[in-house]
């Protein structure tokens, strides 16, 4: 079993949850992952989430967003009379998907692997280069180390977004740039020799890959599909 410690923050919601998620989210509550967009469909925060109860969700965000991610969604709990409140609970990334959840568990699917939320101390055994490379690999950028604020559709242009859900905040610009033409830029692993010079100079989580021994990292590159 491969488990990685992630440094994440848990947040609790309840009370009027799905109301205020669904006019304020740009994705289905059914779905891992979703955002937190401002009215351009620019990232407050992306976040993975599960329903653990009756009008109650756990999200789990970066660090980096918390201030501005609190900033943002104040008053639409007070509208709402939505109660949303950090936890303290542990995350880890389950690479290899093999741990099992106990009854005071959670656990989100990834790509590959699944995320596991737990009050427990786990025993990670993954280390930080380990854990960067598996991402790399299987296309698993990080808020605030990879992107930030962009158009989320420049990160993703289907894992944190419904354009079948109903009206959110930012849903215009999202609908528009997907329905009229395609995302101007696009994050995406490559290699540093397959890059233009500007290019590498703008590459995150960069590594070593030890079979290719090529340099590996996150850089927005233009979206070919985007110019018509």
């Avoid at 990879?146 to 419904?162: C, F, G, K, P, R």
């Amino acid at each position: 079993m491969k488990l990685y410690h992630l440094n994440k923050i848990v947040f609790r919601f309840r009370n009027n949850a799905e109301r205020f998620f669904g006019g304020l989210t740009s994705n289905t509550l059914d779905a891992p992952r979703n955002a937190f967009l401002n009215q351009h469909g620019r990232i407050i925060a992306t976040f993975d989430q599960v329903k653990i109860g009756d009008d109650e969700f756990l999200i789990v965000v970066e660090p980096f967003v918390l201030e501005a991610l609190m900033r943002h969604v104040k008053k639409f709990l007070m509208l709402n009379k939505t109660i949303a409140g950090q936890t303290s609970l542990n995350v880890y990334f389950d690479l290899d998907g093999a741990y099992v959840a106990g009854s005071d568990e959670y656990k989100i699917a990834q790509k590959t692997g699944q995320m596991i939320i737990t009050p427990k101390e786990l025993a990670a055994n993954v280390s930080d280069e380990e854990f960067t490379f598996f991402r790399l690999k299987n296309n698993i950028p990080v808020q605030g180390l990879d992107y930030t604020d962009e158009l989320l559709l420049n990160i993703d242009e289907y894992e944190h977004v419904s354009y079948t859900k109903g009206c959110f905040l930012g849903q215009e610009p999202i609908a528009k740039v997907h329905n009229r033409s395609k995302p101007t830029w696009k994050l995406v692993a490559r290699y540093q020799d397959e890059l233009t010079e500007d290019e590498k100079a703008k590459m995150t989580s960069k590594m070593r890959d030890t079979q290719s021994g090529k340099i590996l990292g996150f850089v927005f590159i233009k979206n070919q599909a985007s110019i018509l």
